[in-house]
């Protein structure tokens, strides 16, 4: 369906958001080329604009294209661009997939990402690599957008490496230090992993259908044909779920590979926020739901994604208790969050998951930028032991921070209650109770973190005099993105208004005629809104105790942390070293991967049999063969006459003979 | 009677008798000698043969032969005039210029 309004079809449009800002990387780029090295000044005002205005726009088309396309709430696949592949009997075309979830997602990656766009303007403005920087950022637009918006499962990939590279080049953005050009490339490495994973779901899905003897002509990895065939995967539907979630592991951040994201915390703040909270860590999130019609058919697959979502929900709100930078107990945050929306999508509450992966788009960016405001304010200070007290100092910054707090934590009206109590019910709803208390007990430590943090960086006394004195507040360009996206996680939940409490839960029902519900909502109807009501007012007590006491804490019994860290001394190096799993990969993984590379790669494969045998032998031997020949040559004539006559006398005596 | 065959043997013998001078003797103008022993063994061969047939074949051949010996010889002796003003001997052991 073509939809053509001021001759502009929709599926133009489609391809018109993720072009807009391919183009602006194509012109930051050439900007950033031409001023390499210092040759010339950053045209800093221009480079602004392009990276600034063209993620905007792109948000405008989607506006647009979202108020067009969102009935029916299917959505449609574009007329392909072009024949992307063809060999053989495997095609995939690039062709765009418009309807209620890649609408969505699109409007909060523009949405969130044009706000951080504007951030960086303020943020980066020292920095000699401005040009470098927006090109980068504009092509993970791109890449992201791609992802998103793509209508079969290679270019769905296609766009999930092109954010992990664009991943690997922001946060090794300031490579010239080898630990953060490290991180950057612990990134990449970590995402690979998971790559192989998503790969070989891909592989099977592809060959369990064209062994079938099965055609279609957008290719056998298109959504609407792989929904189409989803009986004929029945039976390899698990191994292709586990598979693709492996996939899902690596890209956003669940054990075991959540390892690169703590690190990644060095590159630059306004990086962390748009790619590791807002928009790529949530791709695998996305991924699922996109395949929700095959993780349906697997009941085995979903258990498994909920438990280890909230498994990592726990260990890692745990180890946010103890973090002292500030940007790594956003980390954890993250991780943690992204835990939760895992859970929802392994439980069936898919559109739940999506919900939280919105809201917490709005609190979590808008935390990372107000840490990035803090940081750049203080000159580059991240630990929050020699903080405190900003609040004087920082007032929007610390308004905007502590809506996002109150957001996170989930208390009510802000964002994070809805999402995340909607998550908690349906999972409770559907039979999971002991990771339902799991994820009880988790939403209290979040809370207790997330004032932790708050008090310490912007209650109390400053414990830095000299610090605080430099403190002053961020400019608009940094301030204007905070207050927009602080708003949007007071207000942003109330779409999704539960029943229970009177409202009339919008964002539950959009969703519902994409994920075929049948099933879940007699599921969730059959226990009631008593029981929802209680179980949430349970919730929202226990987070709003845990958070006051955390703020009490923090902000006025300082001191005793740091006796009541020494007493339970053990535990706090537990979970302040992040319960040392960096440094069991390291002697798993790393170290005999490096060791086999030195001593058996490098000493005797390449030195010995390449080096000496192959290539010296050989010159060695044809040495030695023409050492020999050449003693034929002895210079005396009379060598040479003999030769002459025996050769005559054997020629002669053949014929005679 | 002193048929083909003898004279045929004969001219082996000398023939070889050339060939062991050539590859034996270390002095140049020796080695030449053998060479003319060799080419004095191929006439007589050339003669005996044409005294067996009856015509003059044969002795036409050997004039040839002995022209072209004299002329050759004239040429060698000119290289080994010229290698003995270089190396101040002629034994053809040392003469190793094209060694390896």
Known sequence: ?657 | MVTLAHYLTLSAILFSIGVTGVVCRRNTLVIFMSIELMLNAANLTFIAFGRHHGNAAGQTIAFFVIALAAAEIAVGLAIIVAIFKKLGTVDVGDIRFLKG
Request: hydrophobic share 55%.
């Open chain 1, 1 to 657: 369906m073509e939809n053509l309004l001021f001759g502009i079809s929709v599926g133009s449009l489609a391809a018109l958001i993720p072009a807009l800002p391919l183009i602006g990387a194509l012109l930051n780029g050439l900007i950033a080329l031409l001023c390499r090295s210092g040759k010339r000044d950053v045209p800093k005002s221009l480079v602004s604009v392009i990276g600034v205005t063209l993620p905007v726009l792109a948000f405008a088309v989607a506006c647009y294209l979202f108020s067009l396309a969102k009935d029916p709430a299917t959505g449609f696949t574009t007329q392909p661009l072009w024949n992307w592949i063809s060999i053989g009997d495997f095609s995939a075309s690039v062709s765009f997939k418009v309807d209620r979830l890649s609408l969505l997602m699109t409007l909060v990656v523009t949405g969130v990402g044009s706000l951080i766009h504007l951030y960086s303007v303020g943020y980066m403005a020292h920095d000699k690599g401005f040009a470098r920087y927006f090109t980068y950022l504009n092509l993970f637009l791109f890449a992201m957008l791609v992802l998103i918006l793509g209508a079969n499962l290679p270019l769905l990939f296609v766009g999930w490496e092109g954010v992990g590279i664009c991943s690997y080049l922001l946060i090794g953005f300031w490579f010239e230090d080898p630990e953060k050009a490290a991180a950057g490339k612990k990134a990449f490495l970590v995402n690979r992993i998971g790559d192989l994973g998503f790969l070989l779901g891909m592989f099977l899905i592809y060959s369990t259908l064209s062994a079938k003897g099965l055609q279609a002509p957008g290719g056998l990895l298109s959504f609407e044909v792989l929904e189409q065939y989803k009986g004929d995967l029945f039976l390899v539907a698990t191994p292709i779920c586990l598979l693709l979630f492996v996939g899902a592991m690596g890209k956003s951040a669940q054990i075991p590979l959540y390892v690169w994201l703590p690190d990644a915390m060095a590159g630059p703040t306004p990086v962390s926020a748009l790619i590791h909270a807002a928009t790529m860590v949530t791709a695998g999130v996305y991924m699922i739901a996109r395949m929700h019609f095959l993780y349906a058919l697997s009941p085995i697959a979903m258990q498994v994604v909920a438990t280890v979502g909230m498994s990592t929900a726990f260990f890692a709100a745990l180890i946010a208790l103890t973090q002292s930078d500030i940007k790594k107990v956003l980390a954890y945050s993250t991780v943690s969050q992204l835990g939760y929306m895992f859970f929802a999508v392994g439980c069936g509450a898919f559109s739940a998951g999506i919900f939280h992966l919105m809201t917490h788009a709005f609190f979590k960016a808008c935390l990372f930028l107000g840490s990035g405001s803090v940081i750049h304010a203080l000159g580059g200070e991240q630990n929050i032991w020699k903080m405190g007290g900003l609040r004087k100092r920082m007032p929007i910054t610390f308004l905007t921070f502590a809506a996002s707090v109150l957001a996170i934590s989930g208390i009510f009206p802000f964002a994070g209650f809805f999402s995340k109590d909607a998550i908690l019910w349906q999972g409770f709803a559907t039979g999971h109770v002991v990771l339902w208390a799991i994820g009880f007990a988790t939403s209290g430590l979040t809370a207790f973190y997330m004032f932790r943090l708050l008090a310490a960086v912007f209650l109390g006394k400053p414990r830095d005099e000299h610090l605080y004195q430099h403190a002053h507040e961020s400019p608009p360009t940094m301030t204007i993105p905070l207050i927009l996206l602080g708003l949007l996680g007071a207000v942003g939940g109330w779409i999704g208004f539960p029943e229970a409490l009177k409202g009339s839960d919008r964002f539950f029902h959009w969703f519902a005629p994409i994920f075929a519900y049948e099933e879940f909502f007699a599921k969730l109807e059959a226990r009631g809104h008593g029981l929802e009501l209680v179980l949430t007012l349970m919730t929202l007590i226990w987070v709003v105790h845990l958070g006051l006491i955390a703020n009490v804490l923090y902000s006025q019994k300082i001191g005793r942390m740091g006796a009541l860290a020494e007493k339970f001394a053990p535990v706090h190096r537990l979970l302040s070293n992040k319960f040392y799993v960096d440094e069991i990969y390291n002697f798993l993984f790393v170290k005999p991967i490096l060791l086999v590379s030195e001593k058996v790669l490098w000493k005797f494969a390449d030195q010995k049999v390449v080096d000496s045998l192959m290539v010296e032998g050989t010159a060695e031997t044809v040495g030695l063969l023409g050492r020999t020949f050449a003693m034929l040559q002895t210079g005396m004539i009379q060598t040479y006459v003999l030769l002459f006559a025996v050769g005559a006398i054997v020629f002669i005596g053949y014929f005679v003979l």
